[in-house]
């Protein structure tokens, strides 16, 4: 009688250590420890609806070897930098655990579709992935960032390690190509400045340089040669380019040296309806115009010499 006793007490054990070891295993399936995980390879095109631009929608598409950017009527290349950013992304995300399972939270972790950041990635007209990201938390005393994502059609809001939500939130202008000149002054042989018909030349020959053939200041040379190294451009003035024309061409830079195969041309255009009322373009950037004050970009470019 004892044995049996103790045999039921064993079963009766037994069948509730089992039960409660399902419940944990189950709760471990519904648990996604890798939330998105994509062949970043494989994607061709990517719609954000970032927080920044009031979930306006942008495209990103992959074009041969490079992406080319879209919203509303302007398309350009895209910068190709964030791009890779976005794609680095996508490849896996991983979930630090469930911080909701109730749609009455995703107000509080910003993943509604009218207060998060939307992102839809695409293998031709396949959708691969689509998925809201929203409040961003930073830890102080541990130095991490925490994000919070929901997949789209699911109620559980996964908080995810790292800065998702700061780099899917970017408005349309962080993945434009905003460079305007990239050039190492060492290789630069020539540098003409045409203002209204007029052109100084500055030259290399040898190891001097000469101002139209005759002495230069060196320091004021090295120092404006260095500023030109890199110029990346700030506010793009999209509205210009139904205005331009000839009349309105103010200052021209030409760049030559030794590892370009052809000149560097940038324009400055001056607008005085504008309230910038210079515009740049590059011939390494052609499809983008910029704004600029006097003591902006258009400085940098002309005013130092």
Do not use: C
Not at 55 to 70: H, N, T
Not at 206 to 217: A, K
Not at 260 to 279: E, G, N, W
Request: no cysteine; glycine share 8%; hydrophobic share 35%.
């Amino acid at each position: 009688m004892k044995n049996k006793t103790l045999l039921l007490i064993f079963l009766s054990l037994l069948v509730v250590f089992l039960a409660s070891q399902f419940a944990f295993e189950k709760k471990k399936r519904t648990f996604k420890t890798e939330l998105i995980q994509l062949d970043t390879s494989a994607i061709t095109s990517i719609l954000l609806y970032p927080k920044s631009d009031n979930q306006e929608e942008i495209l990103l598409k992959k074009e041969d070897s490079f992406w080319v950017i879209s919203k509303g009527n302007v398309t350009n290349k895209a910068n190709q930098g964030a791009v890779t950013s976005i794609l680095r992304n996508l490849a896996l995300i991983k979930t630090k655990r469930v911080a909701s399972k109730s749609p009455d939270k995703w107000v509080d972790y910003e993943v509604e579709a009218t207060s998060g950041s939307r992102v839809k990635a695409y293998a031709g007209d396949k959708l691969l992935e689509d998925f809201i990201v929203g409040r961003f938390n930073f830890n102080q005393q541990t130095r991490q960032g925490v994000s919070y994502v929901r997949l789209e059609g699911g109620d559980e809001v996964y908080a995810v390690d790292g800065f998702l939500s700061m780099t899917m939130s970017q408005g349309f202008d962080a993945y434009r190509n905003k460079e305007i000149l990239k050039v190492n002054k060492a290789n630069l042989t020539q540098v003409s400045i045409n203002t209204l018909g007029t052109t100084t030349v500055l030259e290399k020959n040898g190891n001097s340089w000469t101002q139209d053939g005759g002495p230069v200041d060196s320091t004021t040379l090295f120092n404006y040669l260095d500023g030109l190294q890199q110029i990346i451009g700030g506010t793009f003035a999209d509205d210009f380019e139904d205005l331009q024309s000839n009349d309105l061409l103010y200052k021209t830079l030409a760049l030559e040296g030794n590892n370009l195969s052809t000149p560097i041309l940038i324009k400055a255009y001056r607008d005085t309806t504008r309230t910038s009322p210079f515009v740049i373009q590059s011939s390494l950037n052609p499809d983008n115009y910029f704004e600029s004050g006097e003591h902006g970009i258009f400085e940098q470019l002309f005013g130092g010499w």
